[in-house]
């Protein structure tokens, strides 16, 4: 019975795309934190991830904005809120960014070209490859190539076959939910 609210607010950018903190530019994916009241968002063509606090007229810069990220498509906050994981998508990398310490990053997985992120319960990282046209998980702490979940039968429209797969969703059973571009 979920019905769209006719009352809706603004809650980050709405001031035309730009690159001031009060500006996005192809926002991406987003991450909502319930317990900071904020949004983490992949600021695209900005080459960032700009945390927004419910309520702000403006976001702060977290990560990138200083060419260190190239067009950053998706972000998710780790299990110990310590750190954002990001798929830095033309980087061809995911990256762990610290929220404590910004000079502390980590090439989480390398030779990919991400464009969506999911973390289950458990701490297992899902991660779609739009190149390769196909959904993998790193088990948490798992290092390597990772497994394939979805699409491993290349290109395509059949049931078992993706085709540049995007935005990627994981619920509690392990259901792997994507958003399929072409």
Known sequence: NLKWAQQTSIIAGGNEGGNGLNQLDSPRGIYVDDLEQ???????????????????LSGQIVAGGDNQLSYPTDVILDQNRKSLIICDKDNRRVIRWSLENPQDKEILIS???CFGLAMNENGDLFVSDISKHEVKRWRKGEK??????????GKGNKLNQLSSPTF???????????????
């Open 144 to 153: 390597g190539n990772g497994t394939i979940v979805a699409g491993e039968n």
């Open 38 to 56: 904020s949004i983490y968002i992949a600021d695209y063509e900005n080459h960032r991830i700009v945390k927004w606090k419910f309520g702000e």
């Open 111 to 113: 030779d990919i070209k």
């Open 168 to 182: 990627i969703f994981v619920d509690r059973e392990d259901t792997v939910y994507v958003s399929d571009f072409l």
